[in-house]
């Protein structure tokens, strides 16, 4: 299983608070610089935020503050802690692990 297995997001009022995860082999994990993509309905694939092997982040402009991205290396886990959303925070969250891509979780922001 290359393929990194997504879980968490659903339906949460504005303000509200997800977690996303998502696991991936040690093969693939290791050493690696992975990130978090949505996208809106109609609209393109956006970067969301990123994480070096070392920890560093970077993050979307309009993420930044609310948005946490982390990684546990001892469970080959990232997260994306994501607070204060949006309406406009809507669509299908990837993540992205060494070239490797989730199917998606769908994140829902009721205004």
């Known amino acids: 299983q290359v393929q990194p297995v997504q879980s968490g997001g659903g339906l949460v009022q504005a303000g509200g608070s997800l977690r996303l995860s998502c696991s991936a082999s040690r093969s693939i994990f290791s050493g690696s610089t992975m990130g978090w993509y949505r996208q809106a309905p109609g609209k393109g694939r956006e970067f969301v935020a990123s994480v070096t092997s070392g920890s560093g982040t970077n993050y979307a402009d309009s993420v930044k503050g609310r948005f946490t991205i982390s990684r546990d290396n001892a469970k080959n886990t990232m997260y994306l802690q994501m607070n204060t959303l949006k309406p406009e925070d809507t669509g299908v969250y990837f993540c992205?692990?060494?070239?490797?891509w989730g199917r998606g979780t769908q994140v829902t922001v009721s205004s």
């Open positions: 992205e692990v060494s070239g490797f």
